[in-house]
């Protein structure tokens, strides 16, 4: 494979700064039938996340009789993508996603306020341009708090790379195919505790700390996001009456 | 002052004993959608769950007609169950119930008491979370609003609204004006003006 250029005077290839965040916008609640839901647009990526629940743990032999339990299912529309990732249903990717997402969401909602119950969470990517998982758990997590499940944080997730030697935040679908290292990570901003960190590829330790700290430092604005989309349907009602 | 709070948020400095929150290192932290009123120290949910709690009036559907017990949709996490001994009325699937909860057992189920089939009628689902809104205070607004209506009116604290006779497509606008408003001040005037507008 040829080694394809991915950082030309300090700007990459759709001409963002290193450390700078494709465009987001957040919409709570577009599904009607869900307990609460939520679309991401995060550059390209076009993400649905819908939760259910809690209710009735099925089959019964996945429930729990001390705590909720969470069944996350992450996949991508056949016309996601023009790769294989737009394969319908669920291959090994997506069953990796699902539950590495289900795990950041375990650490974050108040469980054993609803024992032997399920709480489902489905992530369907209708549009793919890398990072959508981390994209992803920004959505759901919106979901989440739309339904009115008790929850201990607002987790965002964002991806870290490597180009060159050049650490750069929010990588796109081209830069994640052939940059050196991806490295997804999800945050409770509050502690600042991280609940998901994967890593594909090497990154010295140096530019591992640089990598997180741009993560964590892209977070305020990514959580603001997030709550001015939970808050905006009732500041529409309340204008109404100012 | 009363602001939206979402989950994660903090807001006291100090320990507050609230329902939708937790306290960590001595701080309060809200851990849902919210209304929080920092002079009264309440926090409101604006989404939110519904947890049986003894003495509560419910409204269900019966699920499930057994040997000695019938298990009820509450339309909640959790499902309800009536013992066919402590009830007058012989009930089928699909009926509609008026019962107060008796007792929570240790796994959420709510065990319910002084049950009674309500029949005809049409039943609808609003959030849990605004029934209080749709009660208001010592039931004015719900009063109000069968007295505008004609229309009998049962409330459950599950979410569950029973709705017989009189003007029943006034009835559900107005519940649903409810749902979307409850969190501004001045509802029931509001409401009344709507009312008193559609039935002249």
Redo the contacts between chains.
């Keep these: 494979m040829d080694k394809v250029e991915l950082m030309i005077d300090g700007k990459r290839i759709d001409g963002r700064t290193a450390d700078q965040l494709r465009p987001i916008s957040i919409v709570a609640n577009p599904i009607r039938n869900a307990a609460?839901s939520a679309y991401i647009e995060w550059g390209a990526n076009k993400i649905f996340a819908a939760v259910y629940?809690?209710?009735?743990a099925l089959p019964k032999h996945t429930s729990d009789?001390e705590k909720a339990v969470i069944k996350c299912r992450y996949t991508m529309a056949p016309f996601s993508s023009v790769e294989e990732h737009g394969k319908p249903g669920m291959n090994r990717r997506a069953i990796e996603i699902s539950k590495v997402t289900a795990e950041v969401f375990e650490n974050v909602i108040?469980l054993n306020?609803?024992?032997?119950?399920e709480i489902d969470i489905y992530i369907e990517v209708m549009q793919s341009d890398g990072g959508t998982r981390a994209a992803g758990i920004t959505c759901a997590a919106v979901a989440l708090?739309?339904?009115?499940?008790?929850?201990?944080?607002?987790p965002y997730a964002v991806s870290a790379g490597k180009v060159g030697d050049t650490v750069i935040l929010d990588l796109n679908k081209i830069e994640d195919n052939y940059s050196d290292a991806d490295v997804p990570v999800a945050i409770?901003?509050?502690k600042k505790e991280v609940s998901l960190l994967q890593m594909d590829g090497n990154l010295t330790k140096d530019e591992f700390d640089t990598a997180l700290n741009m993560i964590i430092n892209s977070g305020s604005y990514i959580s603001q996001l997030?709550?001015d989309a939970?808050?905006k349907p009732?500041?529409k009602?309340?204008e109404r009456?100012l | 002052m009363r602001k939206i709070v979402v989950p994660g948020e903090i807001i006291s400095d100090r320990p507050l004993r609230m329902e939708g929150s937790i306290i960590e290192d001595g701080k309060t932290c809200s851990t849902v959608m919210g209304v929080f009123d920092d002079e009264k120290g309440t926090l409101i949910s604006l989404e939110g769950l519904w947890y049986p709690r003894p003495g509560e009036k419910v409204i269900g559907i019966i699920d499930e007609a057994k040997l000695n017990t019938y298990t009820v949709n509450l339309q909640a996490p959790y499902k309800g169950i009536i013992i066919s001994k402590y009830t007058e009325d012989i009930m089928a699937n699909g009926d509609i119930v008026e019962a107060i909860v008796k007792d929570v057992d240790k796994t959420g189920m709510a065990v319910l008491a002084r049950a009674r089939r309500l029949g005809g009628g049409k039943v609808v689902y609003i959030k849990p979370s605004k029934i209080p809104r749709i009660l208001g205070k010592g039931n004015t607004m719900i009063n109000q609003i069968s007295d505008a209506t004609k229309s009998s009116i049962e409330v459950g604290m599950n979410g569950l609204i029973w709705v017989k006779g009189g003007r029943i497509d006034l009835v559900l606008e107005a519940l649903v004006k409810i749902q979307e408003e409850a969190h501004i001040s001045g509802l029931t005037e509001r409401v009344g003006s709507m009312l008193k507008e559609k039935t002249q």
């Design positions: 609460g629940g809690p209710k009735e009789p108040l306020k609803f024992p032997g119950s708090a739309a339904s009115g499940i008790p929850m201990r944080d607002l409770c901003p509050r997030q709550i939970l808050k009732y500041e009602i309340e009456y």
